[in-house]
């Protein structure tokens, strides 16, 4: 007896279709699985059949193959548990299922035949989906995370009891109490600090507001206690709200790492990511025998933040060159390749020297580091890096009056404002390619939208020469006085745009 059902695994943060096929043959009872399974899916083969046992059916006393194609790639995971065992039940005629090669089963089962929640059920169901296939039986706890895809019949089971009906009674109880996700439907959002908490800083903010705006990289350097911390962690309360499918690809990655625990709607706030100086570069970019996505991807669409930058290990800094180049990470293993995307803003902050205080001494803080200290403290981040990050600023001491004065701090809500419209200006520039952002211009189309006036031109080519530029740096450059136009609202890129773009270069400078 031959038979067939359709279910889905993960292939880093996107779903890839798998279909389970079952035979019963005579033979000694036993049961083998192929397909290039991992140990999680051989050992589903106990939980299937004891799950099968204690709900009151019977486990046919066959010999039963069950093969998971395509077999050149490997399934990993928990999530082939009911797909095998209403196979191996549907084959063997005990349970009815309608339409079983276009319904996508996912779920965990436990020895009693309760059915678990599994991890990446909105990236599987994507892929299902595009490849059109509209049914799907799921964790009853997953339910929430199916119906963010809209126009799919979804069915949940909390216990495979529930399956004495048939599969059609699923979907009739799911529609009846599910409703379709809307706008008001979302992840809640995150109360979030705002930038008039610091004080000062107006050039720190003005930076961070054009790095908002055009979804730049930043770097902060100053002396310890000026703020950098603070002001970075505020940059969320600024940036543009993300679109629907930036608000879906974000929300699938947090899904295929198992962190998307609130499955109410979709993470509609930008990610902020913080990683400790002691992680590692798997950590960072992701990894491990089972690559799973590292923090630079869990903050795709947002920001992440390296706090005390020279302190995190050179090796691990570098791993970051492709992933902000390319905005994608790809991991080779020996059976399979998997690609992670990785857009996002890189914020760091970092101190001048090693004791915090070269070229900001007071009476009190005087720098007691070497120059071979301050060197070697430097050199921990490479020339290529610091060529990917746009702006480049420094932070210097508050002053007591500053501290005192009575004058109103920006705002988040006066910086936001001009970052969405910044924002509308790209959108409506770029509406008929594939760009979003400034930060994505490159070859013709940077030529394009960045084109300079003869006398801009000239200040860019003396001030290349003068800082021995790279052409990298040039190009960012180009691309940070574009943003400063929109939100000028200019349509060209003046002189006072450009200035102002290679004032953000100071560790060019420095070098």
């Known amino acids: 007896m031959y038979g067939k059902v359709m279910s889905a695994c993960l292939q880093g943060v996107d779903g890839k279709l798998v279909e389970v096929e079952v035979d019963l043959s005579n033979g000694l009872p036993q049961m083998h699985i192929v397909g290039l399974p991992d140990s999680a899916v051989k050992e589903s083969m106990e939980r299937v059949r004891a799950a099968i046992k ?11 193959t069950i093969n998971l194609a395509p077999a050149d790639v490997r399934k990993e995971g928990s999530s082939f548990d009911l797909a095998i065992a209403l196979g191996i039940l549907f084959t063997s005629g005990q349970i009815m299922l309608d339409n079983p090669e276009q ?35 799921l964790p009853h706890q997953n339910i929430q995370e199916a119906i963010l895809i809209p126009n799919l019949d979804v069915g949940s089971l909390s216990h495979m009891n529930e399956l004495e009906n048939g599969s059609g009674s699923l979907f009739s109880k799911a ?32 930076a961070l507001m054009i790095s908002a705006a055009g979804m730049h990289n930043i770097i902060l ?13 505020r940059l969320p309360s600024i940036l543009p709200k993300m679109s629907d499918q930036e608000a879906l690809d974000v929300t699938k990655i947090y899904s295929a790492s198992g962190k998307f625990t609130d499955r109410s709607g979709l993470i509609r706030e930008r990610p902020f990511r913080m990683p400790h100086h002691s ?53 080779g293993r020996a059976r399979a390749t998997y690609r992670f995307p990785s857009y996002v803003i890189l914020a760091a902050s970092m101190n001048p020297c090693p004791c915090g205080f070269y070229g900001a001494e007071t009476s009190t803080h005087a720098c007691t580091c070497s120059p071979q200290k301050i060197e070697n403290y430097r050199s921990k981040i490479s020339g290529p890096l610091l060529d990917r990050i746009d702006l480049q600023i420094e932070v210097p001491r508050i002053e007591y009056n500053q501290l005192t004065e009575s004058l109103p701090q920006l705002s988040s809500q006066t910086m936001k ?20 952002f400034n930060s994505e211009l490159q070859g013709k189309l940077l030529r394009k939208y960045c084109r300079l006036q003869p006398d801009a031109e000239q200040l ?6 003068v800082f021995g530029l790279s052409v990298r740096a040039y190009d960012r450059i180009l691309k940070i006085a574009r943003t400063i136009a929109d939100l000028d609202d200019s349509v060209d890129v003046a002189i006072p745009h450009l200035a102002e773009a290679l004032q953000y270069r100071c560790l060019d400078k420095k070098t």
């Open 103 to 137: 319904t996508i089963i996912l779920g965990e089962l436990a020895l009693d035949g309760a059915v678990r929640a599994v991890p990446g059920v909105l990236s599987m169901i994507a892929t299902a989906k595009e490849n059109g296939i509209r049914r799907v039986i």
């Open 417 to 436: 404002e001009q970052v969405d419209l910044a924002r509308s200006i790209q959108l409506q520039r770029y509406k008929h390619s594939d760009l979003t």
């Open 279 to 331: 992680i590692s570069a798997a950590g960072l970019i992701g990894g491990g025998s089972i690559p799973k996505p590292g923090e630079i991807s869990l903050a795709h669409r947002g920001v992440l933040f390296l706090d005390e930058l020279p302190e995190f290990s050179r090796a691990v800094l570098e791993v970051l060159r492709q992933p902000l180049e390319e905005r994608y990470v790809t991991i």
């Open 221 to 233: 350097l100053g002396p310890p206690g000026t703020g950098k911390t603070m002001l970075v962690k």
């Open 54 to 64: 204690n709900c009151g059916y019977t486990f046919p006393l066959k010999r039963i």
């Open 460 to 465: 860019l080519h003396k001030s290349f020469e």
């Open 175 to 206: 529609n009846e109490s599910l409703q379709p996700l809307n706008a008001d439907n979302v992840h809640p959002s995150l109360v979030i600090e705002d930038y008039s908490d610091v004080y000062g800083q107006s050039q720190a903010k003005r």
